[in-house]
């Protein structure tokens, strides 16, 4: 065991300083007092629930950050993002510290992969400085080939790349009718529509005869004129009438502002105050690629400009390591030579030739920790928004090596969460260079495999909630064999009482459910065979294509070619739609799925997306247990005398809610110059009820008392309550017995969200006809509490159910009845059927980079 007083460790030879935390109390803490060692990796392990992340992030980097505040004026406090200050008495030795934890935000639609790497910074100086310019062309700053600046921005789709678009099938659905009988069914309807045809017969339009019928000019004029002619207008008189009132130079009841078709609706759309207007207007819209820049967002003179015999867009559309590719040719000695292979048409001048020399050393010097993180699939030009939590932490981590920031420590949150096995070595390279470089390294994690590499492990536990919050074990790995109360350690080490998979035979399904020709995003022409009643799992390297299988390959085919046959197709609770200008987009999946008539009645997606969006929505009222909980109340004798009915207890309703906060249970303080504080409502003390319905209890307890109840404890309370009972053993089910029934749904992170929306199933009787989808439902899960979720999953396939997961942990994917594994790699170079079988004939494929990994996971 590493000796924390020592000045020297000769296994490793660092002078470890450390971090002295006495008192800790924050969420679940239980006042612990640790010392952490300085300079070195410090792996915060547990099963989940026991507070790992509480005093990494919650106390540690929480502590940090209210030091560093403390430092900066009080005006520029309030438009930073604040953590309150942690629980703890006192914490020695910290120094700054910089934190990466798992986010599923990703910032604006502009901000891309290159923006956030600031990759694109360097490209875009390369394309300034040693770019070929069109002959005659004046040289353009670094500025103009970005589309998020005035400069550089297509000043038609301003640097969006696709505009708003009417299309004439959308605005004359019927050609057969005639102008009066609403032709143009974009054009408004009552009084104004009826001044736009009136409009058309003071300009010699004849309303009655089918639009076919009327000349090609002057369909397009009503449909796409920019002008806006002041008309005369004739009340109540027939064409006839009006064309010789025109004739004669009558004087018209009054004049009107006639409106083309498209222009009517673009001006409905970017204008009207009624939101049912610009509803009714985006209906006859699409969105298509800007005509001005064919999308690519830049003005055409960025876009003249070429290297290597690429625009920048195109550039920005490769992946990262086939640019790293590209520009390690730079380097060559001839490049740059009249004649050098792909050089420009003339010899570049020396000078020219060193800037890029020493512009491509450094863009492959930003690049090589990001494609070293398994990160070489993302292009320049990929929206940060649609990366998963993972993919934007090893960004960042990637960002913070090239920073090359030293005495600092950093706090991570499972690095390795969506990493395949085969690029945790790179990972942990990482990791230990951060570490060599003078840095400290504190990061919770799961993954066996990492959590291996780490100089000093803090075991935290034993159990989760209220049976964790105690320090199991501090030190040298090593050590940890002898921690009896560890779960991990039978993880970490072979032994009697390590766990193992209860060997079963593998199940061969009763059909198949066949997908062909899947094309989306690096998936194309897949065509691929589930067996239905198995569990499957599909595998590959990180951006192999198998999030898109999953999340829209299946579901998306299913419902174009199965949904007929389907009782129900069901999506998550937050599941986006589409709207009218991107349901043609280029984001649909084409191909054909084909299955058995009857087997699959039900499609559930569980995925990690939040369960609700305000702090109203939690897990006791997203599961359901809470109506069963307010009919126990409401079903009192006080509660039956009073005429209280089971709405009563719900904090959403005036009638028992408090009504100083509205049932909030928190009050929101203003401070001006210093960040806007929560207090617990005076009122109610933060119970959100009134004192009236507090006074109603079932066996001593209030409701406010059972919502603070972390599940386990509420299974004892309503221990013989079988109807309760069901909702609360599905949420033990899933590993969730140390969170409260009350805890906000904003709180709950990625992999907690999944786990309830999966208990919320798990609790319905089963039918044997569904299919579940969920992606990388352990994420975040202890290896523990992994095997408990495993077990449920195969009890549902158990059931006639079919179980279709996106899996890393090679230990779960042993436990699978069917292996289907993508790749060979990443984004262009993934996104096929490398292998499919059972685990152990995938195991035994050659091309697979799973296969290793897996065939160590089955030996064990």
Known sequence: MLDMTATDDSSTGARFEHVRVRGAREHNLRAIDIDLPRDALVAFTGVSGSGKSSLAFGTIYAEAQRRFFESVAPYARRLIDQVGAPDVDSIDGLPPAVALPQRRSGGSARSTVGSATTVANVVRMLFSRVGTYPTGAPMLWAEDFSANTVQGACPTCHGLGRIHDVPEELMVPDESLSIRDRALAAWPTAWHGKQLQDSLISLGYDIDVPWRELPRDKRDWVLYTQESPQVPIFRDLSPKQVRKAVASGTEPSYFGTFLGVRRYVLDTFANSKSARMREKAAGFMVSVPCPACGGKRLKPDALAVTFEGADITEIGALPLSDVARMMEQVLQPEWGSSSSHGAPS??????????????????????????????????????????????????????????????????????????????????????????????????????????????????????????????????????????????????????????????????????????????????????????????????????????????????????????????????????????????????????????????????????????????????????????????????????????????????????????????????????????????????????????????????????????????????????????????????????LGYISLGQSATELSGGEAQRVKLASELRRAQRGDTLYLLDEPTSGLHPADSDRLVGHLQRLVDGGNTVIVVEHDMRVVAQADWVIDLGPGAGDAGGQVIAEGTPESVAEHSGSRTAPFLKAALAR
């Open 346 to 735: 003339e010899e570049l001048p020396p000078e020219k030739r060193l800037a890029a020399r020493q512009l491509v050393t450094e863009l492959l010097g930003r690049l090589s920790p990001i494609i070293d993180l398994g990160l070489g699939y993302l292009t320049l030009d990929r929206t940060t928004a649609t990366l998963s939590s993972g993919e934007l932490q090893r960004m960042r981590l990637a960002t913070q090596v090239l920073s090359r920031l030293f005495g600092v420590v950093f706090v991570l949150d499972e690095p390795s969460a969506g990493l395949h096995p085969a690029d945790t070595e790179a990972l942990v390279g990482i990791l230990k260079s951060l570490r060599d470089s003078g840095n400290t390294v504190y990061f919770v994690e799961h993954s066996i495999d990492v959590i291996r590499e780490a100089d000093w492990i803090v075991d935290i536990g034993p159990g989760a909630g209220t049976a964790g919050g105690t320090v199991v074990y501090s030190g040298a790995i090593d050590g940890l064999r002898s921690a009896e109360a560890s779960v991990t350690r039978r993880y970490l080490f072979d032994g009697p009482d390590s766990p193992s998979a209860e060997p079963r035979p593998r199940r061969i399904g009763d059909a198949q459910l066949t997908l062909t020709g899947v094309t989306r995003n690096n998936l194309s022409e897949v065509t691929v065979a589930f067996p239905l009643g198995a569990f499957t799992a599909i595998t590959g390297v990180s951006g192999s294509g198998k999030s898109t299988l999953i999340n829209h390959g299946i579901p998306d085919l299913l419902r174009a070619d199965l949904a007929s046959r389907s009782d129900e197709v069901e999506e998550d609770d937050e599941a986006p739609s589409l709207s009218p200008l991107d349901a043609q987009g280029p984001g649909s999946t084409a191909g054909r799925a084909s299955g058995p008539a009857d087997r699959v009645r039900r499609i559930v997606q569980v995925t990690q997306k939040p369960i609700g969006r305000t702090p109203r929505s939690n897990v006791a009222t997203y599961t359901g247990v809470f109506d069963q909980i307010r009919r126990r109340f409401a079903a009192t004798a006080e509660a039956r005398r009073r005429h209280y009915s089971p709405s009563r207890f719900s904090f959403n309703l005036p009638s028992g809610r408090c009504p100083v906060c509205k049932g909030e249970g928190m009050i929101e303080i203003e401070l001006l110059f210093l960040p806007t504080v929560h207090a617990p409502c005076t009122a109610c003390g933060g119970t959100r009820y009134n004192a009236d319905t507090l006074e109603i209890r079932l066996d001593e307890m209030t409701v406010a008392d059972v919502l603070a109840m972390s599940v386990s404890r509420a299974r004892e309370f309503f221990e013989g309550d079988a109807d309760v009972v069901q909702h609360l053993d599905a949420l033990l089910d899933v590993g």
